[in-house]
């Protein structure tokens, strides 16, 4: 058995700004989250659910992951850019220099990139391209494992996976990597696959590297875990 990655949750200052932004530039349906954030349900083959939760942390340093949007041309890239911006969106400057995507940030500063058309690497792949990951391989062998998907990349220690009914390829770039100073804003929501039970689930995973976590969730019906990058998980019934 595999666990299935049901949603990518962003903790949000302000969860319907947030929400309006991804549903806005994505076409994405929003509906109700039942813990009490929004949910954006996706028009495409992206497989998984974008949650945006409610938290009072704020952001301080880049993010461990971030989306890369493809672009089918230079007209293409430009409009995105463009509803980004219209929508509330930001250009933000990480050191990038003279590159060919576009490195923007969501009104929450979470960061994103436009990327050029003719990108080799995202050619079959949506408007999601690529969940582009700061990690080690290890941790590409890890979420591999977990859901079952297949390594698309595997060189020079970085990694990629793709799930085999297609959508984003998930990336992880290999050392170095950044120390992580607190808890990721960005992270997995995953269940168990059909038929599956939490308490097995939960073992599998841990036996793959990956670990139980306290971070004051106090008595929830999920497990919250880390990968063995330290990354921060969430495994629901």
Not at 13 to 19: Q, S
Not at 72 to 80: G, N, V
Not at 83 to 90: D, P, Q, R
Not at 98 to 107: F, G, Q
Request: proline share 7%; glycine share 12%; hydrophobic share 35%.
């Amino acid at each position: 058995m595999t666990a299935q990655l049901i949603a990518l949750s962003f903790d949000a200052n302000d969860p319907p700004r947030l929400a309006r932004f991804w549903a806005g530039l994505l076409g994405w349906e929003s509906a109700d989250d039942p813990h009490g954030g929004i949910t954006l349900l996706p028009g495409d083959d992206t497989g998984f659910r974008l949650r945006f939760l409610p938290s009072k942390e704020q952001k301080n340093r880049q993010n461990q992951a971030h989306f890369d949007l493809t672009s089918t041309s230079l007209e293409d890239q430009r409009r995105t850019v463009a509803k980004a911006l219209e929508l509330g969106g930001s250009h933000l400057d990480i050191g990038q220099g003279e590159v060919d995507h576009v490195v923007m940030a969501d009104p929450e500063g979470n960061e994103f990139c436009v990327i050029e058309p003719g990108n080799k690497f995202l050619a079959e792949c949506g408007f999601i391209g690529a969940l582009a990951s700061d990690g080690t391989q290890a941790v590409g062998y890890f979420w591999a494992e977990a859901l079952g998907w297949p390594l698309v990349w595997d060189q020079d220690e970085e990694t990629a996976i793709r799930s085999p009914h297609g959508g984003p390829k998930i990336t992880w770039g290999g050392p170095p990597v950044a120390e992580k100073t607190g808890k990721n804003r960005l992270h997995f929501d995953l269940t168990p696959g059909p038929g599956g039970d939490l308490d097995a689930e939960v073992e599998r995973l841990i036996s793959l590297g990956a670990t139980r976590l306290d971070i004051g969730q106090g008595q929830v019906a999920h497990v919250v875990m880390a990968d063995p990058d330290g990354n921060e998980f969430c495994v629901y019934p």
